[in-house]
């Protein structure tokens, strides 16, 4: 359905049908939250939501490019000959950022594409629809132009146009999950080395629902720099009598024994949880190993706890739907995703009570914060692929 409705509106806006159908994933994490940026594990995987992309090649070195998503933009146009930022051109800038590092890198692109694009992904929800679009931005110019990098690179790329041309500072993470995700199967891995582990994720009786809270989240303009800087102070504090490069190295053992020397009351609340969280990734991955799908479940309620309590994250939209959610009878367990301060949460329920616990939860949330969230059933899909 949504490969007919792209092709038509390229058909509509460009007067030609189009010569392919590109789809990258957006994604969830599972568990590990703010442990990528102090040195330690993630655990996400990407979901069938994304974006699409129907494109055809042109005769001369300008991209044509349209959302359907940002429809009052309209066309947006650019040159090969120019790819400086540009704000005007807004969601586009993603692309010409990857085209200006892929260039840099010296990839050959010699002339342009019109593009259409649809994301069914929540715009600012937490489920990385930047990164979604980088990572089909760089699968559209592989195939088109046939491009020699492979996924990992791929990551790096949208990592450098985040940090270098959008100016966001965020980590590997988002880049990462979507560029080699596979079907069915959650991504262990070390933000340090970029070490990855592939995990099966066998949930036959359960299902994974995203709860929106509908509340943007916006990181430039939320706490998530202040979060850093306390995790950046106090690992400061514990290098002056540990060798270690960032918390994540430490052990709980080791972090209650030493974290005195930091002095501050939130500081070692915001490393508690970086460290505790690091080891609750651990015992995830060994519970999902042994298809222990409750134990798993009950690490995501820890997580929550710790978020909320210790790095204080989630704020009332979303303690009102993990809360709510805890309560029902069919949730193995359910925790916010993403950076907080809005954006989404997520629960694995069992299949039999998938549509009571959407009404249930919904309900209280309305009742609670006055607006409705948003409910989306998350199925495990692959990266990056022409269709």
Not at 280 to 302: E, Q, S, W
Not at 335 to 351: D, L, P, S, Y
Request: net charge negative.
């Amino acid at each position: 359905m949504v490969n007919n409705t792209i092709k038509n509106k390229f058909a509509n806006i460009f007067g030609e049908d189009c010569e392919s159908i590109f789809f990258a994933p957006g994604r969830i994490n599972l568990i590990g939250e703010h442990t990528d940026y102090n040195g330690g594990f993630v655990f996400p995987c990407p979901i069938t939501l994304g974006t699409y992309a129907a494109v055809s090649k042109r005769k001369d070195k300008i991209f044509k490019v349209y959302s359907m998503n940002f429809e009052d933009l309209g066309v947006l146009e650019f040159s090969l000959d120019n790819l400086e930022y540009n704000k005007k051109h807004d969601w586009a800038n993603y692309l010409k950022g990857v085209i200006k590092f892929l260039l840099e890198n010296n990839h050959k692109i010699n002339y342009g594409l019109n593009i259409v694009i649809y994301g069914n992904l929540p715009n600012g929800a937490g489920l990385s629809s930047s990164a979604s679009l980088e990572m089909l931005s760089a699968k559209i110019l592989k195939d088109s132009f046939h491009l020699d990098f492979d996924n990992v690179q791929a990551a790096l790329l949208g990592r450098t146009v985040e940090n270098k041309y959008i100016g966001v500072n965020s980590g590997i993470m988002d880049q990462f999950a979507i560029s080699l995700g596979q079907k069915d199967k959650a991504i262990m891995l070390d933000c340090n080395n970029l070490f990855f582990e592939y995990v099966p994720l066998n949930l036959i009786n359960e299902t994974i629902i995203i709860m929106n809270t509908n509340k943007r989240r916006e990181l430039a303009d939320s706490k998530y720099n202040e979060r850093r800087a306390e995790c950046d102070s106090a690992l400061e504090s514990l290098k002056t009598i540990l060798n270690i490069n960032s918390l994540c190295e430490l052990t709980p053992e080791e972090f209650e024994k030493h974290k005195h020397v930091i002095n501050d009351e939130i500081k070692i609340k915001r490393a508690k949880h970086a460290i505790y969280e690091n080891e609750r990734v651990k015992a995830a991955v060994k519970a999902l190993k042994n298809n222990h799908i409750v134990t798993f479940g009950k690490l995501m309620n820890d997580s929550h706890n710790s978020l909320r309590d210790d790095y204080e994250v989630t704020g009332i939209e979303l303690d009102t739907l993990v809360h709510t959610a805890w309560k029902q009878e069919s949730v193995l367990g359910a925790r916010m995703t993403g950076a907080g301060f809005g954006g989404c949460a997520i629960a694995i329920v069992k299949n039999d009570s998938v549509n009571s616990f959407i009404e249930n939860v919904g309900k209280v949330y309305k009742d609670t914060i006055g607006y409705e969230a948003s409910f989306y059933i998350a199925s495990i899909g692959n990266g990056p692929i022409k269709l």
